[in-house]
C-alpha cells in the first residue's frame, strides 16, 4: 500500500475570499426562494406516496441485499469508515414516474435520522 | 532518439485521462464527483474544499450562478439528476432531505414550495428534520463522498483566485483548460523551471511550453536541412530493399544524424525517369560519412541514376508528444507513481521512508565483476529506498553496478523491471550486463531502428519474435519467410502477420525479468499496459526531466537515477528553453533538493596520472585509482612523452584560430597539423588506429581533421580513415586508450566559447586510459579558472611543452590571470 507522509503547508483561506464567497451564495439562496414564491403561488399538487414495496421489511433486503427495482444497492456500503456509526437508508429518486429506492448509509448523528431512532427506541421500550 | 513505429496511430494515455475529473482539481473519483447539468456547462466537480473555503462543485456553483447537478453513473445513487421528489425541482439550494417518519426512507424535497405544503404533514414524512443538501458551503458528506486526504494531495492545488479566474474565462471560452489561465504570449520568455511544484498541473505548466518550444526549434532546424545534388550508391539490404548510400554533409554541432532517423529521398526526373521520392530510414553512419538509407518502398526507383538526388528530414513528433503525455499521465493518473515519489519529485517534504526487502547475502551479481566497497554500499543503499541517485564519475563501474541492482530488484519479485537511458548506446551496454547475469532481457527497439545492426541484437524484442520458434509448424515464421522473400505480403497476410506479431511480442516480452529501452522508447505503445515498480535510469544527468518521466510513469514505486551531474547534461537546441531551464536534469534538481548521490569513488580507467587533476577539480578529490602505474603502461609504444611514467602532455599552440566555411564553426589550422604528426608518431610506435581518439569541441575543427589527415599523413591512408575524430561530446560515456584533445580557440579578445563550460573539460579530460595529449593556446585558456589550474598542474608536472615532436621542450610562456568569462 501506498501510503506517505507529506509535511503540508497549512492551507490558508483568504478571510476576504470566504466572506465575498458567502455573500454570493447568500445572495443565490435568497434569488432562489424568491423566485419560487413568486412563481408558484398556487400550491403543487402532492404526490408523495411511498411505494408499498419499500415497507416490505428487512428481510427481502437480507437476503440478497438489493433494492426494490433490482439494482444493486452493495457497492454504496461503506464498511470501512471508521468507527462512527452508520445507518441504512433507502433513498427514494424518481425516474421519469418510476420510483426507484437506492441504499446509502447516512452518519449515525445526522439530524435526518434522530427522529426516526427516538421513535424506534419508544418502540423498543414498550 | 527513439521513435515509435509508422503503423501505429498512438494517442498518448488515452483512456487514462477521465471526463468527470473535476476541472477544478482532477480528482476523478466517481464517489465524489458530480455534473454540473447546465447544458452550456456540464462540466464536472468534486466536493473537496482543497485551498478554499467551500467545496468545488459548489465553488462552481456559486460562481457560474450555476443550480443544477447529476451524480456520477458509478456513484451508490447512479446516475441521477437531483430534484424534489415531490415537484421536480431542481434548483440544489433549495433542496433537502427529509426522512419517513416510520421507516428509514429519504427523499429530496425543495423548500420552497413543497416543504411548507400542510398536506405532508399528515402523511408519512418528518418535515422537522428538513436537512439541506449544501450544509457549510459543501454538499452533504453522505451522498457526495470528500476525497481522501491521498486524493487531495495529488490532486490540483487550484486557489481562489484561479476559480474566479477560469469561471470568468469559461463565460466566453467554455472549453478552456487551467493552462490556457498560464500560457505565455508568443513573445514571452518561458516560465523557468523552479525548485518544487505545488503539484504536476504546475510541473506540467513549465515544461510542457519549454518542451513545445524545443520540439518548434527542431522542427525547424532539421525541415532545413534538404541538402541537392547528392551522389547516390545503390545496393540492396539482407531483407532484399533498397539501401541508398550517400554523403549528407553536416555543418555544424547542432544536428547530428542518428540511425532511425527519416529521410526523404527525392528525384526530379529526367527525360528518361519520371520524378520519384521515397521515405527511409537511417540504419548505419559510416566512419567516412556515409548514410545508409534503408527505403520504404522498393518499387519504382530509380536505380540506374546516381546523380542529382535531394535530401530531406522527415521531422517526426513521437519523442515529444511522448514526453508531454508522460506528464498529463504524471498529473492526472495517480496510480503513474506512488505517492511517496509523486510529492518527492514535486520537491515536497516528505517523511522518509524505506523499502521493507530483506537485504541479498552478498551484492554482486553472477557473471559481473567483483563489486567494489563504494560499489556494495550503492547497491545496499538502493535496494534499500523508494529514489536513490548513484553518481558515477569516469571509469567507476556504474554500469556493472546498474546491473548488480537491476539482478538483485529483479530477485525480489515485485514484477518485472524497467531500465532505461536516453541513448541507444547506453541502453545497450547495460541489457548486455544485466543479460550476463542471467535475468531474461528484452531489449526493445524503435521500430525505425529495427534495421540498424545492435550489439545486443540477440536481446532485442524483434530478433527474438524472430527466433521464438522457426519450425516449419510455426505461422509467423512462415508469413515471415514469406514477406522476407517477397518483400510484400497480401493484406490479408499482412493482417494476420500484424496480430500474429503483436501476440508473439507481448508473450516474449511478458516473460521477460527486465526491460531495456531508452526513455523514449519507454512511451511506445507495446508497453502501454505494462507496469514497472522499479526503475532503474542510467545516464539520467543526459536526460531532461520529462524524458525521464516517461519510464517513470508507468507505476514507480522504487527508482533509481544513475548519472554523474559533472559531466555533460542533455543538449538542448533551443536557446530560449536552455535559459529557462530545460537542461536541468532531474538528477540535478533532485541533488538540490538535498538528496545526497551516492558516489562510486573507483576509477579504471585512467593512468593515475590522468586521473589526479579530474579528481581534484570535479570530485573534491575523492576519485581513487583502481588501477595501477603498471597496469597503464604500455610496454614498447615510444612517445616522446616530457616525463617518464606520466603519460601526458600540454602541446603548446600559437596558431590562429579561424571561423569554419560554414560560418558557425571554429578550426585551427595548425593545430590540425600537429594532431597529424601526434597520430603518425603514435602509429609508428605501434599504436593501433582503434586505440586513438581525437577529439574536439568545434565541427569545423573534426571536419578539418578527418580531412587534412587523410590527404597528409605520411603512414597509409586507410589507417588515418580509422581513426575516429569527434566531438567531445559524442565522447562522453566511452573511452580511448589514447586521447588527443584539439581546443581550437586561439583569440586574445574573444571567450574560449564550448571549452568554458567545466563539464566539457571534465569530459574531455577523462576519456583517455594510457594517454593524453592536449593542443591549445595558454594565452588565450589560462583567463578561464579551471583551464588555469589544469595548465599550472602541467607546468608543475613539467608536462607543458612546446617545439618539434622530436625535440620537445619545457613552456615558458606566460600565463594570464584568471577571470571569470562569460561567452
Ligand atoms: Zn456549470
Ligand atoms: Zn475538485
Ligand atoms: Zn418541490
Known amino acids: 500500500d501506498d501510503e506517505v507522509h507529506v509535511r503540508q503547508k497549512v492551507a490558508e483561506v483568504d478571510p476576504l475570499e470566504v466572506a465575498d464567497f458567502d455573500r454570493e451564495l447568500r445572495a443565490l439562496m435568497q434569488e432562489s426562494l424568491d423566485s419560487r414564491k413568486l412563481e408558484l403561488r398556487s400550491r403543487p399538487t402532492i404526490n408523495m406516496m411511498i411505494p408499498m414495496n419499500v415497507f416490505e421489511g428487512p428481510t427481502k433486503e437480507h437476503h440478497h441485499g438489493r433494492g426494490i427495482d433490482g439494482e444493486s444497492g452493495d457497492e454504496t456500503i461503506d464498511e470501512g469508515s471508521g468507527g462512527t456509526k452508520e445507518i441504512r437508508v433507502k433513498v427514494l429518486v424518481k425516474r421519469g414516474n418510476k420510483q426507484q429506492t437506492k441504499q446509502m448509509y447516512i452518519p449515525h448523528d445526522c439530524s435526518l435520522v434522530q427522529s426516526t431512532k427516538q421513535k424506534e427506541a419508544a418502540e423498543l421500550e414498550e | 532518439e527513439d521513435t515509435g513505429g509508422d503503423d501505429e496511430v498512438f494517442e498518448y494515455g488515452k483512456g487514462d485521462f477521465t471526463e468527470h475529473a473535476c476541472r477544478y482539481c482532477g480528482v476523478s473519483n466517481p464517489a465524489c464527483v458530480v455534473r454540473c447539468n447546465v447544458p452550456s456547462c456540464r462540466k464536472w466537480f468534486c466536493n473537496s474544499r482543497g485551498n478554499t473555503s467551500g467545496s468545488h462543485i459548489v465553488n462552481h456553483l456559486v460562481r457560474a450562478k450555476h443550480k443544477e447537478v447529476c451524480l456520477h453513473k458509478d456513484s451508490p445513487l447512479g446516475e441521477t439528476i437531483l430534484e424534489c421528489y415531490n415537484c421536480g425541482c431542481r434548483n440544489v439550494f433549495l433542496l433537502g432531505f427529509i426522512s419517513a417518519t416510520t421507516e428509514s426512507v429519504v427523499v429530496l424535497l425543495c423548500r420552497e414550495p413543497c416543504l411548507s405544503v400542510n398536506a405532508l404533514k399528515d402523511m408519512n414524512w418528518d418535515l422537522s428534520q428538513w436537512c439541506p443538501l449544501i450544509d457549510d458551503r459543501c454538499f452533504l458528506q453522505w451522498l457526495l463522498k470528500v476525497p481522501s486526504e491521498q486524493e487531495q494531495l495529488r490532486a490540483r492545488q487550484i ?16 472549453d478552456a483548460t487551467l493552462e490556457d489561465l498560464e500560457k505565455p504570449g508568443v513573445d514571452d520568455e518561458p516560465q523557468p523551471v523552479v525548485l518544487k511544484y505545488e503539484d504536476a498541473y504546475q510541473y506540467q505548466n513549465v515544461f510542457a511550453p519549454l518542451i513545445k518550444l524545443e520540439a518548434d526549434y527542431d522542427k525547424m532546424m532539421k525541415e532545413s536541412q534538404s541538402k541537392d545534388n547528392i551522389t547516390i550508391r545503390w545496393d540492396i539490404g539482407l531483407n532484399k530493399k533498397r539501401v541508398a548510400y550517400f554523403v549528407f554533409p553536416k555543418e555544424d554541432n547542432e544536428l547530428r544524424l542518428v540511425p532511425g532517423d527519416e529521410l526523404r529521398l527525392r528525384y526530379s526526373g529526367d527525360a528518361a525517369h519520371p520524378s520519384w521520392h521515397s521515405v527511409g530510414h537511417v540504419i548505419k553512419l559510416t566512419a567516412q560519412e556515409e548514410v545508409a538509407l534503408e527505403l520504404r518502398a522498393s518499387q519504382g526507383v530509380p536505380v540506374d541514376v546516381t546523380h542529382g538526388f535531394s535530401v530531406d528530414f522527415v521531422w517526426k513528433s513521437t519523442s515529444f508528444d511522448r514526453m508531454q503525455g508522460a506528464m498529463k499521465t504524471f498529473a492526472v493518473d495517480e496510480t503513474s507513481v506512488s505517492g511517496y515519489i509523486y510529492h518527492h519529485l514535486l520537491g515536497h517534504e516528505v517523511e522518509m521512508q524505506m523499502v521493507r526487502n530483506t537485504l541479498p547475502r552478498r551484492f554482486g551479481a553472477p557473471g559481473l565483476p567483483e563489486l567494489n566497497a563504494s560499489q556494495v554500499f550503492a547497491v545496499k543503499s538502493v535496494l534499500q529506498k523508494p529514489i536513490s541517485l548513484i553518481q558515477g564519475p569516469p571509469g567507476t563501474g556504474k554500469t556493472v553496478t546498474s546491473a548488480a541492482i537491476v539482478y538483485h530488484m529483479a530477485k525480489q519479485g515485485q514484477g518485472q523491471v524497467l531500465v532505461c537511458a536516453p541513448s541507444n548506446v547506453a541502453v545497450d551496454q547495460l541489457a548486455e550486463k544485466i543479460s550476463a547475469t542471467g535475468l531474461k532481457v528484452v531489449r526493445l527497439c524503435a521500430k525505425s531502428r529495427e534495421a540498424v545492426s545492435s550489439p545486443v541484437e540477440h536481446l532485442t524484442l524483434h530478433y527474438q519474435v524472430r527466433h521464438l520458434d522457426t519450425s516449419e509448424k510455426s505461422e509467423l515464421y512462415k508469413l515471415q519467410q514469406l514477406k522476407d522473400e517477397q518483400g510484400e505480403l497480401s493484406s490479408s497476410d499482412e493482417k494476420k502477420y500484424k496480430a500474429l506479431k503483436r501476440d508473439t511480442e507481448r508473450e516474449i516480452s511478458q516473460s521477460a525479468d527486465v526491460i531495456c529501452c531508452t526513455c523514449v522508447g519507454a512511451g511506445d505503445p507495446r508497453l502501454s499496459n505494462f507496469r514497472f515498480r522499479q526503475v532503474l535510469i542510467d545516464e539520467s544527468t543526459q536526460a531532461t526531466e520529462p524524458e525521464c518521466l516517461i519510464p517513470l510513469v508507468l507505476g514507480a514505486k522504487q527508482i533509481v537515477l544513475v548519472g554523474d551531474h559533472c559531466q555533460l547534461g542533455p543538449v538542448i537546441m533551443c536557446k530560449k528553453a536552455a535559459r529557462a531551464g530545460l537542461a536541468q536534469s532531474l538528477f540535478e534538481r533532485l541533488v538540490l533538493l538535498g538528496v545526497k548521490p551516492i558516489r562510486l569513488q573507483v576509477q579504471y580507467r585512467m593512468h593515475p596520472a590522468l586521473s589526479e587533476f579530474p579528481s581534484n577539480s570535479f570530485y573534491e578529490g575523492t576519485l581513487q585509482n583502481g588501477v595501477t602505474i603498471n597496469e597503464r603502461q604500455s610496454p614498447g609504444i615510444d612517445f616522446p612523452w616530457p616525463v617518464p611514467n606520466r603519460p601526458m602532455l600540454f602541446y603548446v599552440q600559437m596558431g590562429q584560430e579561424e571561423i569554419s566555411a560554414s560560418g558557425t564553426s571554429y578550426l585551427n589550422r595548425t593545430e590540425a597539423a600537429n594532431v597529424e604528426k601526434i597520430v603518425t608518431t603514435f602509429l609508428k610506435s605501434g599504436v593501433v588506429p582503434s586505440q586513438i581518439g581525437v577529439i574536439t569541441p568545434y565541427e569545423g575543427q573534426r571536419a578539418y581533421i578527418v580531412n587534412y589527415m587523410s590527404r597528409n599523413g605520411s603512414l597509409r591512408q586507410q589507417l588515418y580513415k580509422e581513426i575516429e575524430v569527434a566531438s567531445v561530446d559524442s565522447f562522453q560515456g566511452r573511452e580511448k586508450d589514447y586521447i588527443i584533445l584539439s581546443c581550437v580557440r586561439s583569440n586574445e579578445h574573444q571567450g574560449i566559447g564550448f571549452l568554458n563550460d567545466p563539464r566539457r573539460l ?50 615558458m610562456v606566460q600565463f594570464q590571470k584568471p577571470k571569470k568569462i562569460y561567452n
Open chain 2, 159 to 174: 486557489s481562489a483566485q484561479q476559480i474566479n479566474k477560469i469561471e470568468e474565462l469559461w463565460k466566453t471560452n467554455p
Open chain 2, 762 to 811: 571534465n569530459v574531455a579530460l577523462t576519456r583517455a586510459r594510457y594517454g593524453i595529449v592536449i593542443l591549445g593556446n595558454p594565452k588565450v585558456l589560462s583567463k578561464q579558472p579551471l583551464w588555469n589550474g589544469l595548465l599550472t598542474h602541467y607546468k608543475e608536472h613539467e608536462c607543458l611543452v612546446e617545439g618539434p615532436l622530436n625535440n620537445l621542450k619545457q613552456s
